[in-house]
């Protein structure tokens, strides 16, 4: 227990200690720890961020499937329609366009009908005339009975 | 421990010659300091003992420093974290202020360091330094105490630092009107029948703050210092007595070596903490009013 300017010696170099790591141990080191706090809020705070966007891009996505199969239903819904009228517009021309035929043979079965009714009248007015010759056992004179004839055969 | 076969058999030295001789420091005078105040005397040992632990502790905080990242620390960077976020932690729950924490809070980390450091010197054996010292010189009687806390001038260099630092802050932040306000007004209270209670109490205050801050750090380094000593006697009494005696002194010396030694650890860094929350416990009460 001697006391000695050791003391004063001490006391100098306790402030040179002191004043060295101000200056050179202490700010470094805290700088580093403040900026690896500051990363380290912004990390989290980004990995917040991407949660949240990916939150948002899985109800995005979610979003689009919905109104895709929308979509699609009301495709096979719009084709099932289409379809259903194609259908009944070809039902409906091959309708017409047989209704066309039909009325195509039918006319010409009466033509044909005309025709050989035609045909027979003529056949039944010569058949008359050559009755009526027989019958007079005279020539009918056809010019002069001309009329008489057209209108026979018109009255068949 | 302390002395070798040959020197035993040459001359014995008492316990007591033992113990007297360790406990003188190698200063500027070359023998021990005679009166108890003498400041024409520096300790050599001391200063530069604790130089070297101040200049090691530094020194290995400063490399880590300078390499510093705030990417991934190593190992050597997360310890150093660790030391400074406990020591700014403490600063901070002590002393409110900013401005002055820029200062006092590396202060306290260099304080803790390096009384942990200069502590720790007990760690070596108690006549490892002294031996080769005296090899290296070439006198078996050169003085050397290793552990400059273990002197009261490095303990009292010290706190009496602390107490400069506590007059400078107190004018700091109450102004020197303020200061000297608060030095005759305080404790009791503001009558001028209480100015003269009142200043010796403040004096008083600072006196036994200071003396007990040092004193506690030299007791206790001091003390675990004469036990180590007291412990190699008890190896020295086994290479001068005989039989079951000296085997019971030799295993003495191992066992209770042994248990002061690790008991040892806590106090060193128990002390080293200690100093340091007094420093800052100190300094807080400056800025504080009362």
Known sequence: MYVNATLVAQLVVFFILAWFTMKFVWPPIVKALDERATKIAEGLAAAERGKQSLELASKRSAETVREGKEKVVELLVQAEKQSQQIIEEAKAQARIEADKVIAGAKAEIEQEAARAREALRERVADLAIAGAEKILRREVDAKAHADLLAQIKQDL | ?290
């Open chain 2, 1 to 290: 421990m302390a002395t070798t076969g040959h020197e035993a058999a040459a001359h014995v030295p008492s316990a007591g010659d033992y113990i007297v001789h360790h406990l003188g420091h190698l200063n500027t005078t070359g023998h021990p300091q005679a009166s108890v105040v003498d400041f024409s005397v520096i300790n050599l040992d001391t200063l530069f003992f604790s130089v070297a632990m101040g200049v090691i502790g530094l020194l290995l905080m400063w490399v880590v420093a300078r390499r510093v990242t705030s990417g991934v620390p190593g190992r050597a960077q997360a310890a150093v974290e660790i030391l400074l976020e406990m020591v700014a932690g403490q600063a901070r729950s002590i002393i409110h202020s900013e401005e002055s924490r820029k200062f006092v809070a590396p202060l306290a980390l260099t304080v803790f360091v390096w009384v942990f450091l200069m502590n720790s010197m007990d760690f070596l054996p108690v006549d490892l330094l002294p031996m080769l010292w005296q090899g290296a010189t070439g006198n078996e009687h050169a003085y050397l105490r290793v552990v400059p806390t273990a002197d009261l001038n490095g303990t009292l260099g010290m706190s009496i630092g602390v107490l400069l630092l506590c007059f400078w802050y107190n004018i700091k932040i109450k102004g020197m009107g303020g200061w000297v306000h608060e030095l005759f007004t305080a404790p009791f209270g503001n009558h001028p029948a209480l100015y003269l209670p009142n200043f010796l109490m403040q004096m008083i205050e600072f006196l036994a703050k200071t003396v007990s801050h040092g004193m506690r750090l030299f007791g206790n380094m001091y003390a675990g210092e004469l036990l180590f000593m007291l412990i190699a006697l008890m190896g020295m009494g086994f290479s001068s007595m005989s039989g079951v005696g000296g085997s019971l002194m030799w295993a003495g010396h191992v066992v209770a070596g042994t248990f002061w030694a690790l008991f040892h650890i806590l106090i060193v860094v128990l002390q080293a903490f200690i100093f340091m929350m007094l420093t800052l416990v100190y300094i807080g009460q400056a800025h504080e009013g009362h």
